[in-house]
């Protein structure tokens, strides 16, 4: 299974972005599905996770940051609104899948992609 993360960038403070994350692979389900950020010198951070249609998100970013999946796609994305300096980091893509032959849900991780908000 690969998740390939797309969207990261330079955006001003107050300013959007829309990370998405595609799955490819021999895919029989995907579970639970999230994105995570890591800044330098910190741990890495569960941002939003998202399990058929319940979510939750870090108090950081409740009210401005929307997790959403199309199953039909194997694609989770992350609708970033109001961001702040703070939320400079690399954010990853994580998902459960279950592949042939595994027996159960295994959890995998993007390459991660940049997201650096700064004026």
């Known amino acids: 299974v690969q998740l390939v993360e797309s969207g990261g960038g330079l955006v001003q403070p107050g300013g959007s972005l829309r990370l998405s994350c595609a799955a490819s692979?021999?895919?029989?389900?995907?579970?639970?599905m999230a994105w995570y950020r890591q800044a330098p010198g910190n741990e890495r951070e569960l941002v939003a996770a998202?399990?058929?249609?319940?979510?939750n998100y870090a108090e950081s970013v409740k009210g401005r940051f929307t997790i959403s999946r199309d199953n039909a796609k194997n694609t989770v994305y992350l609708q970033m609104n109001s961001l702040k300096p703070e939320d400079t980091a690399v954010y990853y893509c994580?998902?459960?899948?279950?592949?042939?032959?595994?027996?159960?849900?295994?959890?995998?991780w993007g390459q991660g992609t940049q997201v650096t908000v700064s004026s």
């Open positions: 994580n998902a459960d899948a279950l592949t042939p032959g595994s027996g159960w849900y295994a959890k995998y």
């Open positions: 692979g021999s895919i029989i389900s995907m579970r639970a």
């Open positions: 998202i399990t058929g249609g319940v979510t």
